[in-house]
């Protein structure tokens, strides 16, 4: 299989903000662009397997409607429609991302 992955801009953003974190206020390029290369890896291998992300389930037991894979401490969030996949945010796993994903 060789799906199409679409990157949201809030994803881009979220990318942007970690890198800036990481290699600017703890001054750490070197630790910033290996989170980088790793958090595109992970959402890379949905091209091939787009379902091997976990279904994510609020709390109470419902589907979200979104997958989501990890690299280390962060973690992409995507969902597979059609036969591509849409990578919506990546968050620290320390972040209130439920709130951002699903608002009420």
């Given at each position: 299989?060789?799906?199409k992955?679409?990157?949201?801009?809030?994803?881009?953003?979220?990318?942007d903000g970690i890198w800036e974190y990481i290699a600017l206020q703890l001054f750490n390029p070197t630790a910033a662009k290996r989170f980088m290369e790793g958090?595109?890896?992970?959402?890379?291998?949905?091209?091939?397997?787009p379902e091997a992300g976990a279904?994510?389930?609020?709390?109470?037991?419902?589907y979200s409607g979104y997958r989501y894979v990890l690299f280390e401490q962060y973690i992409s969030f995507y969902q597979?429609?059609?036969g591509?996949?849409?990578?919506?945010?990546?968050?620290?796993?320390?972040q209130h991302y439920i709130e951002t994903l699903i608002p009420r």
């Open positions: 299989m060789n799906c992955i679409y990157y949201s801009p809030e994803y881009q953003a979220d990318l958090i595109m890896q992970s959402t890379e291998i949905l091209r091939e397997h279904k994510w389930y609020l709390p109470g037991g419902q597979y429609v059609d591509a996949v849409y990578v919506a945010r990546v968050f620290h796993t320390r």
